[in-house]
């Protein structure tokens, strides 16, 4: 199918969705919950969320070079910074598995070794953009910053655990020589690059600014009253950018990145969100799983919720994204903020068929371990966040 | 002439080796893509991004999905 087709295809569902007459269908069940919840995610999620936030991700995945991060990986790199690197470059360098499974094996084996190369494997999935930014947005800031925070935090500690814990392994184990890095020129120097993407990233801010509640005051306030202003002229910065310095070809680059960006995790997202409704209906809603199941298993902010939250997401597999309706639908039926916490930290980085080679590459002593620590230390965040949003 | 397309099985892998294979249409050569997904090749290869294309054992491009037009002038300089 041409890219064409499939864009019109794209909008006429969108569309479909955005427009569904809901109302009129007779029946109340969890199907219409299914339809209500994809509608409600068209209308307040697709245009101002989820498009700009593509177009972010598709300008990283063009516009940073992946080359210069990588080398911070290498076998020579020092420690603390490949740590430090790994913790965080999940957001520039990988949005799906993909990306993350063959840069793990690579740090592992040819490159910084078993701490840094397990950094990366655990921030990788849980820090990319989108994640972060989508999260945020259905599920609040507060789960969003707490999965950033605490994804940027158990990357550094798990790996350096793995580390401690096969020292003896990794000092005999000698890095099978070093790996390549493509060469690639810079097109525009640093700062414009910035200015870029500062631009890109306030729009989406700004334009996502939460109606403040009746309890906030001053500045909150004040940036909602004035929100639509501030985004135009982040607007106009990023369009006088992308007339001066940007190149014709490179913007075609931006926006065919983009779109694969939409086309690879939309119609997974899609599906999420209908699977979402239909169990778990909507906010006051009931689907299929009657709400006094959730909140026995994983309501309130006890031991076993935490550990069942990280134990379940470690071994489900969530596509990109789908994660986050998913629990919007556990936390509507009743599901604790702590508990939440945990399936977040525990789930995308985790899954039976990445457990699965990972274990191809590490082995299976190793695995578990790993495993086991994202596990322990995902439940005991959940516990710990659960008492501090109370 | 040895053509490879290095990945792990994601859309983007998949639409090099597309490409691979409409360049090689057109020169008009019939030679095999041949698709590696073990991640223990991969990095054997010295390969960090994927997808990446090996020409005759020579990475010729790593995390980019090289256009038809690059792709064919890649396999003419060989």
């Known amino acids: 199918m041409k890219n064409s087709s499939k864009f019109l295809i794209s909008i006429a569902v969108f569309l479909g969705f955005y427009y569904l007459p809901i109302e009129l269908l007779p029946f109340r069940n969890p199907i219409f919950e299914a339809l209500a919840l994809a509608k409600w995610y068209a209308r307040e999620h697709v245009l101002l ?47 799906c598995s993909c990306t993350v499974l063959p840069l793990f094996s690579g740090i592992y084996k040819r490159g910084a070794g078993l701490g840094p190369a397990i950094a990366f494997l655990y921030s990788g999935p849980a820090i990319n953009v989108l994640a972060i930014i989508f999260t945020a947005r259905v599920l609040g800031w507060q789960l969003g910053f707490a999965r950033a925070a605490g994804a940027v935090i158990f990357s550094i500690v798990i790996g350096f655990l793995m580390h401690l814990i096969f020292l003896k392994e990794e000092r005999e184990r000698h890095a099978q020589g070093n790996f390549a890095v493509p060469e690639e020129e810079p097109s525009r120097p640093l700062w414009k690059n910035a200015i870029y993407f500062s631009s890109t990233i306030g729009i989406l801010i700004f334009a996502n600014w939460a109606k403040p509640g009746a309890s906030d005051s001053g500045l909150w306030v004040k940036i909602y009253q004035f929100k639509w202003f501030i985004t135009a002229i982040f607007g106009i910065v990023l369009a006088l950018v992308l007339i001066s310095w940007f190149k014709k070809d490179e913007l075609k680059k931006w926006i065919t990145s983009s779109w694969e960006f939409a086309l690879q995790i939309l119609p997974l997202l899609l599906l999420g969100v209908l699977v979402a409704g239909l169990l778990l209906g909507r906010v006051g809603h009931e689907g299929i799983i009657p709400s006094r199941f959730v909140e026995k298993l994983v309501g309130g902010n006890s031991l076993f919720a935490n550990f069942f939250a990280s134990i379940f997401g470690a071994f489900m597999y969530f596509a990109t994204l789908t994660e986050v309706p998913i629990l919007k639908g556990l936390i509507g039926a009743g599901m604790g903020k702590g508990p939440a916490l945990a399936l977040l930290l525990a789930g995308p980085a985790l899954s039976l068929p990445n457990m699965l080679v990972i274990r191809s590459v590490i082995g299976i002593k190793k695995t578990v371990v790993y495993v086991a620590l994202v596990v322990i230390m995902a439940a005991i965040s959940g516990i710990i966040f659960g008492i501090l949003v109370k | ?43 054997e290869k010295g390969i960090m991004l994927t997808p990446a294309l090996v020409i005759d054992d020579e990475i010729v491009s790593e995390g980019r999905i090289l256009s038809v037009d690059d792709i064919k002038k890649a396999i003419m300089d060989k």
């Open chain 2, 1 to 43: 002439m040895k053509i490879q397309v290095y990945g792990k099985g994601c859309p983007k892998c998949h639409d090099l080796t597309h490409n691979v294979q409409e360049a090689l249409k057109e020169i008009g050569k019939e030679d095999k893509v041949e698709h590696v997904a073990d991640i223990n090749k991969i990095t």
């Open chain 1, 49 to 95: 969320c989820l498009v700009p936030a593509f177009f972010i991700a598709g300008a990283i995945s063009v516009f940073i070079s992946q080359a210069a991060i990588i080398k911070y990986f290498g076998a020579k790199a020092k420690k603390i910074l490949a740590y430090t690197v790994a913790s965080v470059s999940g957001s520039i360098l990988a949005v």
